[in-house]
């Protein structure tokens, strides 16, 4: 084999292929796979990253055929795929798939998917390489892998991998039990715990952001950070999720794993290289040092939507939607006020919260910094400045926007604020890849510095237990606040008794 010597074996841009792999989806007709993972996979064979060797298996319960399966997948393609649709493409994705109905429960759903995966074996060369994604609720995790041992399918624990969705486990000590059951089956470098926003080509570049430029790393702490936002706000309710969302609340759905982790990216320090061992080693660091800023009635607030308006469309409360049940005192909505025990950031309080039903779409990490006496020393008219900040979209107008101050023209010395941007979609021709094209592609090359270890997921649970401990002591209902809105009234209450205000994004 020669290689291409116009091309730098260490360039990052070169595309990475896969070694030939069977794909299986547990709970392929659910609402993640067709919305996410099949249209992932259909846009990675089109952009030529999967290995020719390749083969998709779906496990469900719907006593479809295999055809029924291309179809239904062809659907979600079409409707949900980021690249154009190509027939040839697709032809050659449809060859190698199959579909397996059956219970999750049932030893002959795995037999006849052992025999499926032989078969990939034998047609497509994939070599008992095998993935497994758990499209499924948590409680279906250890039932799955326990089935997939007990059948042999996981047997060699060097070439079969398993994808679990987030959240892992409901609390620190679920958590550390679904480990030990994983660890029985899978070799734990083949335990890929799935969080779809590390998978944000935003999210990796805060890490550039930072690292990459002079001008805001010696910034990088509480000698210039007055205090940091990072909010997630949707504006949709639960949707199809009722079942499922009514157990878990928005402080596990998002709290526990997509805030943290953004947390951890902005607060770690410099890890010895961005490789997975180094950069995985400095956010356990970082989440190790978090704390709550106080005793969790002060520094946690939830709150659940009532009914309101959505835009110009008026939707209904939590307590309405179909499948809530009545007098549910499930979260829809959480913040939290945290510290960081480090020399880096003592002082400095993180803000995160995130809801359903807020004013607008939007996720965002703010870094807001000091005051200085400079600011306001005479000759400078300051009055309609604010404090300078720095914020990184992370969706859906991708990019960084810089606030500053700027004299005012025709004026003596009068500054206001000025914002320099900087977005994605202008800067670049390419546009970012789905965060599950990167995630699913990750999983099948074994590469993991996006997936959350064991101990990043257990210091996660050990800041989120004790307030969901707190919230369940209370025993009534949370904080209601009207659907559109951006919140309980406790929330501003939380900053503003620091003399703080909440972002309107």
């Known amino acids: 084999m020669t290689c291409n010597p116009l091309v730098d074996p260490a360039d990052q841009r070169v595309p990475r292929i896969p070694p030939p792999c069977a794909l299986t989806i ?59 649709f190509r027939q040839r493409v697709w032809e050659q994705l449809t060859a190698s798939m199959a ?12 037999a006849e998917l052992r025999q499926a995966l032989e078969r990939s074996d034998r047609d497509f060369g994939t070599g ?13 995790f250890a039932p799955i892998c326990g089935h997939l041992a007990s059948s042999g399918l996981a047997q060699d624990s060097t070439a079969a991998k398993v994808v679990i969705e987030k959240p892992f486990g409901h609390d620190l000590a679920s958590a550390r039990a679904l480990d030990a059951t994983l660890a029985q089956v899978f070799d734990p470098s083949a335990i890929f715990r799935i969080d779809h926003y590390l998978g944000k ?17 010696p910034l990088w702490s509480h000698e210039y950070v007055d205090h940091v936002q990072i909010t997630m706000a949707e504006e949709m309710g639960v949707g199809s999720r009722a079942s499922y969302y009514d157990q878990i609340g928005a402080t596990r759905d998002v709290m526990q794993n997509h805030l943290l982790q953004l947390l951890a990216i902005t607060a770690m320090e410099g890890p010895g290289s961005f490789g997975a061992a180094d950069l995985r080693r400095a956010k356990e660091n970082a989440l190790a040092a978090v704390r ?54 003592q002082g400095t309080p993180f803000y995160l919260r ?27 008219e300051t009055r309609y400045m604010g404090a300078n900040a720095l914020v990184i979209r992370i969706q859906p107008d991708e990019g960084i926007t810089l606030r500053v101050g700027a004299k ?72 209601p606040y009207a659907a559109g809105t951006w919140g309980p009234a406790a929330a501003d209450g939380l900053l503003r008794r620091d003399g703080r205000e909440w972002r309107r994004p």
Not at 100 to 106: E, K, N, P, R
């Open 354 to 380: 995130t809801g359903k039903r807020l004013g607008r779409r939007v996720t965002e990490v703010a870094i807001q910094f000091s005051r200085t006496a400079d600011q306001v020393r005479a000759g400078l």
């Open 128 to 140: 008992a390489n095998r993935a497994f994604y758990l499209s499924m609720p948590p409680s279906t």
């Open 201 to 217: 080509e935003t999210v990796r570049g805060m890490l550039a952001t930072r690292f990459a430029n002079q001008v805001f790393e």
């Open 99 to 110: 579909y397996v109905s059956g219970d999750i429960a049932d030893p002959s759903t795995y």
């Open 408 to 479: 005012v023209p025709q004026t003596d010395m009068e500054v206001r604020d000025v914002t320099m941007d900087f977005s994605y979609g202008h800067a670049f021709t390419e546009s970012l890849p789905d965060a599950y094209e990167r995630l699913i592609l990750d999983v099948l090359l074994s590469y993991d510095p996006l997936f959350p270890g064991a101990r990043e997921v257990d210091e996660s649970w050990r800041v989120i237990d004790p307030v969901e401990q707190h919230w369940a002591s209370l025993g009534g209902p949370p904080d």
């Open 292 to 345: 709550l800023a106080g005793q969790a009635n002060d520094c946690a607030v939830r709150g659940q939507y009532t009914a309101g308006w959505q835009g110009n469309i008026a939707v209904p409360g939590y307590l309405d939607e179909p499948g809530i049940p009545g007098g549910s005192t499930t979260d829809t909505f959480g913040a939290l006020k945290l510290e960081i025990a480090t020399d880096r950031w």
């Open 26 to 84: 547990f709970g392929v007709t659910g609402d993640l796979a067709r919305r996410k993972v099949l249209p992932a996979i259909y846009d990675l064979a089109n952009r030529g990253l999967l290995p020719a060797g390749f083969s998709l298996t779906g496990v469900a319960r719907s006593p479809w055929t295999t055809q029924q399966f291309i179809n239904q997948a062809h659907a979600a393609v079409t409707s949900g795929a980021r690249t154009p």
